[in-house]
């Protein structure tokens, strides 16, 4: 697949996303009555606009989200009621989460897709060992893998995580043997270096991929997403504690330059692009429950202090708290849209030079 089209489709998939969950808000906030002014994709000029009877759809210069315009951030008081806070605490909870729902509703959809696309999945089941090894001595062919180090297993991802992860490739498992459950205490496996010098833990195993069946179906639809949803959480545990930084975090832009380059190394393999879909959405709906300023789960943390005071917070005081939220954001979508770009633009030079150097070889 070149370039261009690469672009047009990691655009197309990160737009998808967006609307899905702005489509959330539309369609509970016209549920429980409340006006929608403009349903948006995208950020700053509009390319496109149309008016509905009651709502004004446009599309907009910068792919970096979107937004539905319901008054909620108006500071003066509305007697219209069908103005978002005129509704019931209950019914604008609902319409600030569904965005959210949205996104991890279609990360288990994905999830049924990429099932069926395949037509089998990655079990956690040992179907071949590495003689003389480690693994060799503890485990047996059929034992299926529940934890590893008493974290659960859900996938084969969390089984390669864990290993990869491992700073001493010494780990203890619990299995399912004989429909008998088992723990296996200090399982070794080989540490070696490659030819770059990278630290490589030799797995010693293989796992099994079997069939897919319609009973199966839905409960591997729900690990694969389990299985994505506690990555991001960890990953989100890990940025706070430190062990990533400021450039490791990637914005719209560094989202579409992945999408783009998992479609040049794969070409329009559906399973791929359908399995990094799945990641982004998932992530998308996580990251928008956060209880920050301006993000849907700052606003849902206001809608609750309202809850239990009986009235709600001052719009001013709201307003400032998410502006200032807002601020903060765009402050750290810009360092990470720079990021984005000066790898996009390190990795072009270095693709380059490797060509250049290539044809002078």
Known sequence: MNTVLSIICAVIIFGAIVTIHEGGHFLVARLCGIKVSEFAIGMGPAIFKKQGKKTLFSIRALPIGGYCAMGEDDEEQSDDPAHFRNKPVWARMAVIVAGAAMNLILGFVLGIVILLADGAYISTEVAELTTGSDAAKHFMIGDEITAIDGRSVFTA????????????????FDVKRNG??????????????DEQGNRVLNYDFKVAKKELTPSSLLPQAGRSFVYYARLILMSFGDLIRGKYGLNDLQGPVGIVTAISQTAQTYGFDIGYLLDMAMLITINVGIFNLLPLPALDGGRFVFLIIEAIRKKP??????????????ALLMLLMLAVTF?????????DEQAALSSFAGAVL
């Open 180 to 193: 008998e459950k088992l723990h296996i205490d200090a399982v070794t496996f080989s540490i070696t270096e």
């Open 157 to 172: 991802g969390d089984v390669i995580y864990a290993l990869r992860n491992s700073d001493t490739g010494t780990l203890s």
């Open 313 to 326: 917070v001052t719009p001013q005081v709201e307003g400032a708290v998410h502006f200032a939220g807002f």
């Open 339 to 347: 990021n984005d770009a000066r790898r996009a633009v390190t990795s």
